[in-house]
């Protein structure tokens, strides 16, 4: 599981096939510092980078509740609300 922030979904269609999709613009975020729980917060840290991606709607897998620490997109993801998806942060890194 990766943590991205979600920026907008959208639909597109295709005329021609009739199909459409279902999508969502994400940024990439990185684990800042260890995944270890911080002392201080007991929350891991995380950063934005500059990478964007599309991905289709049904790959994301669940959501957590980001709060913003700095004005350098540095955010805390919030385990109090939401200690499974910090466990897979955690987890996984």
């Known amino acids: 599981m990766i943590p991205v922030k979600l920026n907008t ?3 597109l269609r295709d005329i021609d ?3 459409s999709y279902r999508l969502a613009h994400i940024s990439l975020l ?3 510092r260890s995944p ?6 007991g929350m891991v ?3 934005t980078p500059i990478k964007n991606h599309v991905v289709f709607m049904g790959d ?3 959501m957590a509740h980001l ?6 997109n540095m955010h805390l993801v919030n385990n109090y609300i939401n200690i499974y998806i910090c466990n897979e942060i955690h987890n996984r890194n």
Request: glycine content about 4%.
């Open 60 to 62: 994301i897998k669940g």
């Open 9 to 11: 979904l959208f639909k």
């Open 45 to 47: 840290h995380i950063s």
């Open 17 to 19: 096939a009739n199909t």
């Open 36 to 41: 270890m729980l911080d002392a201080l917060e």
């Open 30 to 32: 990185t684990v800042v």
């Open 67 to 72: 709060m913003i620490i700095n004005l350098n």
